[in-house]
């Protein structure tokens, strides 16, 4: 089972920069692809961006495209999301989420995909 722990996140003005990591159990980590997802309270979980198992392939949601990035640390089982030129909307709780699709991240980031999640980073972009 893969296990997922999150670190990072705070609070920026906008246009400031933050980063969110994500460790995954060593020994599983290239066996699954990692999204990225961010909920505000009482909506639903959006996708943000994913990287597959290798790290060699992302994936990201159009409101971030061209400001965040992600990558992956393959010794250290840890893959972060780096967060640019961040705005008020950006606002809400990110998780990682592990997909065993590890070969290439899914056609669609579905919420529903995803399993083994992260406990969650608060993110707060003031303007």
């Known amino acids: 089972q893969l296990h997922l722990v999150q670190s990072g996140g705070g609070s920026v003005q906008s246009g400031g920069s933050l980063r969110l990591s994500c460790t995954a159990s060593?020994?599983?980590?290239?066996?699954?692809?990692i999204g990225w997802f961010r909920q505000v309270s009482g909506k639903e979980r959006e996708a943000v961006a994913c990287?597959?198992?290798?790290?060699?392939?992302?994936k990201y949601a159009d409101p971030v495209k061209g400001r965040f990035t992600v990558s992956k640390d393959n010794a250290r089982a840890t893959v972060h999301l780096q967060m640019n030129n961040l705005q008020p909307q950006d606002t809400g709780t990110y998780y990682c989420g592990g997909h065993p699709r590890h070969d290439d991240c899914p056609a669609q980031i579905l919420v529903g995909d995803f399993r083994f999640w992260g406990q969650g980073a608060q993110v707060t972009v003031s303007s």
């Open positions: 060593a020994s599983l980590s290239e066996y699954y692809s």
């Open positions: 990287i597959n198992g290798n790290g060699q392939s992302t």
